[in-house]
């Protein structure tokens, strides 16, 4: 019977972890937070490279936004589940 418990409580709290993986991933802060952190980058980035005319240096532009951006979520992630 413990046993039986204990597999409902650990798909509980996997649940609670899922629910709150999916509110995540679809609010309006991680988005927002999203587009804030790429478009700064991008500015930053091409403004240093704006003496260069080469294309893949441009082409980083929206990977390293985008990687950089998600690498700082988790902070604000943090934030936003303690609300």
Excluded at 48 to 71: A, E, H, Q, R
Aim: hydrophobic fraction near 40%; charge should be positive; include cysteine.
């Amino acid at each position: 019977m413990k046993d039986l418990e204990k597999r409902i409580e650990t798909i509980e709290k996997r649940n609670k972890r899922v629910e709150l993986d999916k509110k995540w991933e679809t609010c309006w802060t991680r988005r927002i937070c999203i587009m804030l952190l790429t478009y700064i980058i991008v500015v930053v980035y091409s403004y240093v490279i704006s003496k260069y005319n080469n294309i893949f240096l441009s082409s980083l532009v929206p990977v390293i936004g985008f990687t950089l951006s998600t690498l700082s979520l988790k902070l604000i992630r943090k934030i936003w589940e303690k609300k």
